[in-house]
Every structure is written in C-alpha cells, then in structure tokens.
C-alpha cells in the first residue's frame, strides 16, 4: 500500500540550482497537489491538477512550474531556487478533487542556502 | 485553537483522558471539512471529515463537531493514548474552489503516560 511517494526526501541546493521534485500515487486518483510548510503555518497549496492534462495555480505558484506527467505523477520544479524555497513540499491525491480526503505523500525537506 | 507564527498551540493531556481540539474556520460558505493528524516527520493523514448539512460525525475513537454558527470545528479523541502524540489540524473547502482546501497551522498534543 504505496499511496503516494515522493523522491527525493531531502535535498540541499545552492541557491540559482535548479531540481525537480517527483511523485507518483497509486489509487488511481484523478487530482493531484503540491503544497509546502514552513514552521507554525498551514499547509499552502502552490499548484494542483484537477485531472490527467490540466494544471492551476495555487495560492504560491511564483518560483515554481509543474508537469502531469500521466494519471500517477505529478512533478514540480524549481528553475531557480531561492532561499525563500526552503521548505517541506507535499505532494497529494484525492479521488476528484474537492469534498473528498487528499491523501499525502511523506514530503520532501528542501534547504536552499 | 489555530495559530499564525513559530509557535503552535500546545494541549496536554493524560493518557487515558479525553482530548478536544479546536478549530476556528474562516470562511461561512465552506460547506467540507477534514481533521488530519501529522507526525512529526510524515505527512497529514486524513482521520475524520464532516459536511455542513452535519453537525456531529463519529469515527473510531475520534468525533467531529461542526458549529457553522460560530465557525467553529472540533475534534474529540476519546480514551488518548501515546500514539495520539502529533499535530493536528483543519482543513475547509470552499464549494466555488473545488480543488482548494485551506489548512490551520494545527494543535499540537503532548500524550503523557
């Protein structure tokens, strides 16, 4: 029972380095997420998928793009990571998005110094 | 309660102890809302959601209360044990931003034995 996996679940870059965040689920869902979490706040969504082929800004996209790759996984990218980018990155699922639980991945620790 | 800053609001109980945590929402027409429990090092993982035509759900051990009047959420977790140790939080949909959930910044409960 996978759920959702993320890799790489940590990272150091230097600052301008570029890198791709993966994740891939296996329920089948329809929607896909990426949030991050910084210390003491709520989880902030940066770019969703509502289905295979569509992509949308969330309330943080700037610094950030995203690729649906197919109906499992869901990719982000940094193009030019800036210190502001450090953060835990959270990749979910939900079965059709909205009124329904989205399930998370284990994150990914990013430190960009 | 919720919380914007480094600082989470901490609630500490016995072990064997009711406890209650509480979530005041933002927005009257989010009409969908989840509890999830995080572990230190893991991602959310969903433990109860309720609709708005709902005012009380139950699940194994947790309940769910809904007061739209006050916008105000609660979770209840009977019988608390060491493992119920994490951070809790809420998360509202609204029904016009089907993919967005808004999350609190979360509870953080101390089980002690």
């Known amino acids: 029972n996978a759920g959702v996996t993320q890799t790489p679940k940590f990272q150091v870059l230097k600052t301008g380095q570029s890198m791709t965040l993966q994740c891939a689920q296996d329920m089948n869902h329809n929607s896909m997420y990426w949030y991050r979490q910084d210390p003491g706040m709520g989880l902030r969504l940066i770019y969703y998928s509502a289905s295979e082929g569509t992509t949308d800004k969330g309330e943080v996209p700037n610094g950030y793009n995203v690729s649906r790759l197919n109906k499992r996984e869901f990719s982000l990218r940094l193009e030019s990571a800036a210190p502001s980018q450090t953060s835990v990155y959270f990749c979910?699922?939900?079965?059709?998005?909205?009124?329904?639980?989205?399930?998370f991945g284990d994150g990914t620790r990013l430190s960009i110094l | 309660g919720e919380s914007v800053g480094l600082h989470l609001p901490t609630l500490s109980v016995q072990e064997g102890d009711n406890s209650i945590i509480n979530c005041a929402y933002s927005n009257s027409a989010s009409d969908y809302f989840i509890w999830y429990k995080q572990e230190s090092g893991k991602g959310p993982q969903f433990i109860i959601d309720i609709r708005s035509n709902m005012d009380k759900r139950q699940g194994q051990r947790v309940t769910v209360l809904l007061n739209k009047t006050v916008k105000h959420l609660s979770l209840q977790i009977a019988a608390t044990q060491p493992g119920d140790s994490a951070v809790y939080f809420c998360a509202e949909n609204l029904p016009y931003n089907f993919n967005k959930f808004y999350f609190g910044s979360g509870t953080k409960l101390n089980v002690k034995p």
């Open positions: 979910a699922s939900s079965e059709n998005g909205g009124n329904q639980p989205q399930h």
